[in-house]
T-cell receptor, first 114, second 112 residues
Framework: AQSVSQHNHHVILSEAASLELGCNYSYGGTVNLFWYVQYPGQHLQLLLKYFSGDPLVKGIKGFEAEFIKSKFSFNLRKPSVQWSDTAEYFCAVIYGGATNKLIFGTGTLLAVQP | GAGVSQTPSNKVTEKGKYVELRCDPISGHTALYWYRQSLGQGPEFLIYFQGTGAADDSGLPNDRFFAVRPEGSVSTLKIQRTERGDSAVYLC??????????FGPGTRLTVL
């Protein structure tokens, strides 16, 4: 079945620490990959996306993600987190080209301590 | 400009009742999506429209759920004979293409 796994459900970091959130998908065909973020009290918004080309993609607010096809992974990274990065982070995938439906992971709640 | 809007923001109903949830997409966005999010889970796809037609309704859980988009803009998600398990946040999103879906604030549905 098409699915998305996020292994870290709850992460607590201090400011300036580095962040890496894991995301794995289940399908070996064509995929479009996304990271969405939901700040407290706000809507889901797009952080970054990968469709093709350079597997290292850069998004807003200093976030980046690397697509590793052989590992079916699309991990999110940030070298130095800030208190304002406290949010819930969702990895999402569009499988194949016939539909635009997003399959989401269960999310990772990140708390950054000042 | 205006984002995706959803009404009501909160809806409390009793088991067995009928509810309608409304979504106003971003002007000019041809695709519209419905998801629902239960506590501690990621959003789960329900249905998406391209224009007026349902392009993919594979996520609707059963025939109590139905959605329409008669003029290719506003959409209504309709739930008949609500059950306690239908309690969730119902999210709407719209997009021009597959590049980015813009999400609304959601409608929190509570079935007592």
């Amino acid at each position: 079945a098409q699915s998305v796994s996020q292994h870290n459900h709850h992460v607590i970091l201090s400011e300036a620490a580095s962040l890496e959130l894991g995301c794995n998908y289940s399908y070996g065909g064509t995929v479009n990959l996304f990271w969405y973020v939901q700040y407290p009290g706000q809507h889901l918004q797009l952080l970054l996306k990968y469709f093709s080309g350079d597997p290292l993609v850069k998004g807003i607010k200093g976030f980046e993600a690397e697509f590793i096809k052989s590992k079916f992974s699309f991990n999110l990274r940030k070298p130095s987190v800030q208190w304002s990065d406290t949010a819930e982070y969702f990895c999402a995938v569009i499988y194949g080209g016939a539909t635009n439906k997003l399959i989401f992971g269960t999310g990772t709640l990140l708390a950054v301590q000042p | 400009g205006a984002g995706v809007s959803q009404t009501p923001s909160n809806k409390v109903t009793e088991k067995g009742k009928y509810v309608e949830l409304r979504c106003d997409p971003i002007s000019g966005h041809t695709a519209l999506y419905w998801y629902r999010q239960s506590l501690g889970q990621g959003p789960e796809f329900l249905i998406y429209f391209q224009g007026t037609g349902a392009a993919d309704d594979s996520g609707l859980p059963n025939d109590r759920f139905f959605a329409v988009r008669p003029e290719g803009s506003v959409s209504t998600l309709k739930i008949q004979r609500t059950e306690r398990g239908d309690s969730a946040v119902y999210l709407c999103a719209s997009s021009v293409d597959a590049n980015e879906q813009f999400f609304g604030p959601g409608t929190r549905l509570t079935v007592l």
